[in-house]
């Protein structure tokens, strides 16, 4: 197939396209950040950009819709800034296909739309609350794909993932635990965690979760979401002492208060996409922080 991959030079863009590629499928990126990977085109540009998207489109049989802001801390201090970058950046893509009949659309949603869920595990069809920007716009993206689903015979698929992990995570700033943690203990920091880090999260490898992208794309029309989670949930302290561990190194672990409306527990139930794709994370949790501290030891 001829795939579009939007975010492609993001963390979990470079692991998906590389797997597209390897399943032979041809694969163009559109990224704001410059990015050389083996046999894809990257087209640098904002998806915000119509003309661009437009020219880029024609001849797609599928789109992967990665782009989006993702600190929810930093859509709490700039709400329009993420509104208008991830839903409207959403809305100049789906555009564009209904233009140029190109109805196969997959995209990064998030646990950011359950908000403090009422139970755990968490089940697609719980309620949906987002408490920051952020999540609300992963909720109105999954609005506007579904109505493009049933309004213009797409097929929509919402990929709801959890907390991913995995080698090439680079945010600037990292706000995502593993690889902030591991960062500190390396460079024997302070491991700062909120509360007594009791809470428990879920963790998901990100070559499991690129997996389940290539399941999708086969997918009938209409709209499908669900969860992808890890196996488990683990606390912040077990991860601190598997990353000491692997490290070789202890953590100095500073606590500060926990966050107001931190729920004690939030993970999965990922039993729908097993259903619906076949698919179950394989990679365990050890395994997974392993090839994460190697990767960050090398850059
Ligand atoms: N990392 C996680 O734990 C996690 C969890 C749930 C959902 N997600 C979602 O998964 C997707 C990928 O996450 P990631 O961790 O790889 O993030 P990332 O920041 O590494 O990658 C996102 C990419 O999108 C690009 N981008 C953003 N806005 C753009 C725009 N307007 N035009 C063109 N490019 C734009 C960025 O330059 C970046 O390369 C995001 O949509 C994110 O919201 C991530």
Known sequence: MKILVTG????????????????RHIVTNIDKKPCTLQGVQTVVGDVMDEMLVDQTMPGHDAVFHLASYIEAGESVEQPRKYTENNILGTLVVLESMRKHEVKKFLFSSSAAIYGEPLRTPIQENDRTLPINP?????????????????????????????NLYGPEEDHEPETH???????????????????????????????????????????????????????????????????????????????????????????????????????????????????????????
């Open 177 to 299: 635990a593993i690889p902030r943690f591991a960062r500190q203990i390396m460079h024997s920091d302070e491991v700062t965690v909120w509360g007594d880090g009791s809470n428990k999260r879920d963790y998901v490898y990100v070559e499991d979760v690129v997996r389940a992208h290539l399941l999708a794309l086969s997918l009938p029309q209409g709209y499908h979401y669900m969860n992808l989670s890890g196996k488990n949930a683990t606390s912040v302290l077990e991860i601190i002492q598997i990353l000491e561990k692997l490290i070789g190194k202890p953590a100095k672990v500073t606590h500060f208060d926990a966050r107001p409306g931190d729920p004690s527990e939030l993970f999965a139930d990922a039993s729908k996409a097993k259903k619906v794709l076949g698919w179950e994370p394989q990679v365990e949790l050890e395994e997974g922080l392993h090839k994460t501290i190697q990767w960050i030891m090398k850059a």
């Open 8 to 23: 492609g030079s993001g963390f979990l863009g470079k692991h998906l396209c590389r797997a597209l590629v390897a399943a």
């Open 134 to 162: 952020y999540g609300m716009t992963k909720l109105a993206m999954e609005g506007l794909v579904s109505s493009y689903a049933y309004a213009f015979g797409f097929t929509g698929v919402a990929l709801r993932y959890f």
